[in-house]
Protein backbone atom coordinates (compact mmCIF):
# COMPACT_ATOMS: atom_id res chain seq x y z
CA UNK A 1 0.00 0.00 0.00
CA UNK A 2 1.25 3.44 -1.02
CA UNK A 3 1.66 6.10 1.93
CA UNK A 4 2.72 9.70 1.98
CA UNK A 5 6.05 9.91 3.16
CA UNK A 6 6.77 12.55 4.36
CA UNK A 7 3.59 13.51 6.52
CA UNK A 8 2.54 17.15 5.53
CA UNK A 9 3.24 20.22 7.48
CA UNK A 10 4.70 23.52 6.13
CA UNK A 11 7.00 23.74 4.31
CA UNK A 12 6.66 20.32 2.67
CA UNK A 13 3.12 20.47 1.26
CA UNK A 14 4.21 20.63 -2.72
CA UNK A 15 6.23 17.42 -2.01
CA UNK A 16 3.67 15.86 -0.72
CA UNK A 17 1.00 16.80 -3.23
CA UNK A 18 3.11 15.78 -6.09
CA UNK A 19 3.46 12.39 -4.36
CA UNK A 20 -0.19 11.99 -4.35
CA UNK A 21 -0.41 13.05 -7.40
CA UNK A 22 1.87 10.32 -8.73
CA UNK A 23 0.54 8.03 -7.29
CA UNK A 24 -3.36 8.63 -7.60
CA UNK A 25 -3.96 10.73 -10.88
CA UNK A 26 -5.67 13.40 -8.65
CA UNK A 27 -5.11 16.84 -9.45
CA UNK A 28 -3.76 18.16 -6.35
CA UNK A 29 -3.49 22.37 -5.13
CA UNK A 30 -2.72 23.90 -1.62
CA UNK A 31 -5.08 26.43 -0.73
CA UNK A 32 -4.34 28.47 2.01
CA UNK A 33 -1.89 25.94 3.52
CA UNK A 34 -4.71 22.88 3.31
CA UNK A 35 -4.36 19.91 0.35
CA UNK A 36 -6.88 20.19 -2.24
CA UNK A 37 -7.57 17.05 -4.34
CA UNK A 38 -10.01 17.06 -7.79
CA UNK A 39 -11.10 14.39 -9.87
CA UNK A 40 -10.59 13.75 -13.38
CA UNK A 41 -12.64 16.52 -14.74
CA UNK A 42 -15.38 14.42 -16.69
CA UNK A 43 -15.85 15.32 -20.56
CA UNK A 44 -18.49 18.13 -20.63
CA UNK A 45 -16.17 20.02 -17.92
CA UNK A 46 -13.21 19.12 -20.30
CA UNK A 47 -15.43 20.46 -23.04
CA UNK A 48 -15.92 23.93 -21.88
CA UNK A 49 -12.09 24.25 -21.40
CA UNK A 50 -11.62 23.18 -25.00
CA UNK A 51 -14.31 25.27 -26.09
CA UNK A 52 -12.73 28.35 -24.38
CA UNK A 53 -9.16 27.25 -25.35
CA UNK A 54 -10.90 27.17 -29.14
CA UNK A 55 -11.79 30.80 -28.74
CA UNK A 56 -8.64 32.46 -27.01
CA UNK A 57 -5.85 31.14 -28.83
CA UNK A 58 -6.72 32.76 -32.20
CA UNK A 59 -7.07 36.26 -30.89
CA UNK A 60 -3.99 36.13 -28.44
CA UNK A 61 -2.28 39.50 -28.40
CA UNK A 62 1.18 38.86 -29.49
CA UNK A 63 3.54 37.17 -27.21
CA UNK A 64 0.71 35.52 -24.92
CA UNK A 65 -0.30 31.81 -24.65
CA UNK A 66 -3.09 29.86 -23.44
CA UNK A 67 -1.93 26.82 -21.15
CA UNK A 68 -3.90 24.54 -19.68
CA UNK A 69 -2.74 22.70 -16.43
CA UNK A 70 0.16 24.96 -15.71
CA UNK A 71 0.20 26.32 -12.15
CA UNK A 72 0.11 29.79 -9.65
CA UNK A 73 1.77 30.42 -6.80
CA UNK A 74 0.63 32.53 -3.82
CA UNK A 75 3.76 34.69 -3.40
CA UNK A 76 4.86 35.08 0.25
CA UNK A 77 3.53 31.35 0.84
CA UNK A 78 6.00 28.46 0.94
CA UNK A 79 3.36 26.36 -0.42
CA UNK A 80 -0.01 27.48 -1.83
CA UNK A 81 -0.61 27.17 -5.68
CA UNK A 82 -3.32 26.67 -7.69
CA UNK A 83 -3.88 25.12 -10.94
CA UNK A 84 -6.95 26.63 -13.08
CA UNK A 85 -7.97 25.00 -16.02
CA UNK A 86 -6.88 27.66 -18.58
CA UNK A 87 -4.59 30.41 -18.13
CA UNK A 88 -3.05 33.38 -20.31
CA UNK A 89 0.37 34.14 -19.50
CA UNK A 90 3.49 35.36 -21.67
CA UNK A 91 4.82 33.15 -24.09
CA UNK A 92 8.23 32.66 -22.32
CA UNK A 93 7.11 30.12 -20.30
CA UNK A 94 6.69 27.49 -22.35
CA UNK A 95 10.47 27.85 -23.09
CA UNK A 96 10.91 27.50 -19.04
CA UNK A 97 11.78 25.23 -17.14
CA UNK A 98 9.32 26.42 -14.20
CA UNK A 99 6.37 24.78 -13.00
CA UNK A 100 5.04 27.69 -11.48
CA UNK A 101 3.88 31.36 -12.69
CA UNK A 102 3.47 34.21 -10.73
CA UNK A 103 0.22 35.97 -10.59
CA UNK A 104 1.52 39.26 -11.62
CA UNK A 105 2.26 37.66 -14.83
CA UNK A 106 -1.55 35.96 -15.50
CA UNK A 107 -3.55 37.84 -17.96
CA UNK A 108 -6.68 35.54 -17.02
CA UNK A 109 -6.92 32.82 -15.14
CA UNK A 110 -10.46 29.97 -15.97
CA UNK A 111 -12.12 27.80 -13.25
CA UNK A 112 -14.94 25.85 -14.41
CA UNK A 113 -16.82 24.74 -11.78
CA UNK A 114 -16.94 20.67 -11.15
CA UNK A 115 -20.73 18.87 -10.27
CA UNK A 116 -19.44 18.25 -6.70
CA UNK A 117 -17.85 21.64 -6.00
CA UNK A 118 -19.79 23.46 -2.99
CA UNK A 119 -20.43 27.21 -2.84
CA UNK A 120 -17.84 27.56 0.16
CA UNK A 121 -15.05 25.92 -1.89
CA UNK A 122 -15.89 28.12 -5.25
CA UNK A 123 -15.47 31.25 -2.53
CA UNK A 124 -12.06 30.28 -1.37
CA UNK A 125 -10.80 29.85 -4.37
CA UNK A 126 -11.82 32.87 -5.76
CA UNK A 127 -10.36 34.49 -2.70
CA UNK A 128 -7.60 32.95 -3.42
CA UNK A 129 -6.63 34.43 -6.78
CA UNK A 130 -7.77 37.97 -5.66
CA UNK A 131 -5.29 37.63 -2.53
CA UNK A 132 -2.77 36.38 -5.09
CA UNK A 133 -3.08 38.99 -7.33
CA UNK A 134 -4.18 37.40 -10.36
CA UNK A 135 -5.51 40.37 -12.31
CA UNK A 136 -8.61 38.73 -14.26
CA UNK A 137 -10.62 35.28 -12.84
CA UNK A 138 -13.40 33.89 -15.11
CA UNK A 139 -15.47 31.60 -13.32
CA UNK A 140 -17.80 29.32 -15.58
CA UNK A 141 -20.40 27.24 -13.90
CA UNK A 142 -21.67 24.21 -15.98
CA UNK A 143 -24.17 23.45 -13.53
CA UNK A 144 -26.44 26.21 -13.55
CA UNK A 145 -25.04 27.86 -17.20
CA UNK A 146 -23.47 30.29 -15.91
CA UNK A 147 -20.34 32.63 -16.08
CA UNK A 148 -18.51 35.59 -13.66
CA UNK A 149 -15.80 37.53 -14.63
CA UNK A 150 -13.88 38.94 -11.92
CA UNK A 151 -11.79 42.03 -11.91
CA UNK A 152 -9.43 44.12 -9.99
CA UNK A 153 -8.77 42.39 -7.03
CA UNK A 154 -7.79 44.42 -3.92
CA UNK A 155 -7.43 43.66 -0.12
CA UNK A 156 -8.24 40.06 -1.19
CA UNK A 157 -10.95 40.58 -3.12
CA UNK A 158 -12.47 41.28 -6.40
CA UNK A 159 -13.58 44.50 -6.61
CA UNK A 160 -15.73 43.51 -9.60
CA UNK A 161 -17.89 40.95 -10.66
CA UNK A 162 -20.14 40.39 -14.10
CA UNK A 163 -22.45 37.66 -14.15
CA UNK A 164 -23.46 36.32 -17.60
CA UNK A 165 -25.29 33.30 -18.42
CA UNK A 166 -24.27 30.79 -21.25
CA UNK A 167 -25.33 32.41 -24.76
CA UNK A 168 -23.62 35.47 -23.51
CA UNK A 169 -20.53 36.91 -24.23
CA UNK A 170 -17.44 37.38 -21.99
CA UNK A 171 -15.62 40.52 -22.60
CA UNK A 172 -12.06 40.16 -21.50
CA UNK A 173 -10.38 43.11 -20.45
CA UNK A 174 -7.24 44.62 -21.54
CA UNK A 175 -4.60 43.62 -22.56
CA UNK A 176 -6.56 40.49 -23.75
CA UNK A 177 -9.63 42.97 -25.39
CA UNK A 178 -12.08 40.85 -27.00
CA UNK A 179 -14.69 39.08 -26.27
CA UNK A 180 -15.85 35.06 -25.93
CA UNK A 181 -18.90 33.85 -26.91
CA UNK A 182 -20.62 30.74 -24.82
CA UNK A 183 -23.28 29.89 -26.70
CA UNK A 184 -21.55 26.45 -27.45
CA UNK A 185 -20.88 25.83 -23.60
CA UNK A 186 -22.34 22.46 -22.48
CA UNK A 187 -24.40 21.83 -19.52
CA UNK A 188 -24.21 18.89 -16.95
CA UNK A 189 -26.61 16.59 -17.02
CA UNK A 190 -27.93 14.57 -14.13
CA UNK A 191 -24.80 12.26 -12.67
CA UNK A 192 -24.92 8.67 -13.23
CA UNK A 193 -25.17 8.03 -9.39
CA UNK A 194 -28.43 10.20 -9.33
CA UNK A 195 -29.83 8.04 -12.19
CA UNK A 196 -28.85 4.54 -10.15
CA UNK A 197 -30.63 6.38 -7.38
CA UNK A 198 -34.24 7.18 -8.73
CA UNK A 199 -34.05 3.53 -10.61
CA UNK A 200 -33.43 5.32 -14.43
Known amino acids: MWRIRPKPRPGNLREVAEKIEGATGLQVQILGGKLVMSPTPRGKHAGV?????????????????????????????????????????PR?????????????????????????????????????????????????DPRMGTWALHTHPDNGAYQDVLPGKFGE?????????????????????????AGRRTGA
Open 169 to 193: SVPLPAPLGFEVTTDRFPLYGDSPR
Open 49 to 89: IYELEELIRPKLPQGLVATEMSSIEMPDEPDDFVTPDLLVC
Open 92 to 140: EFLDSDDWLLDPRDIELAVEVISQSEKSREIRDKADWYAVAGVAVLLVV
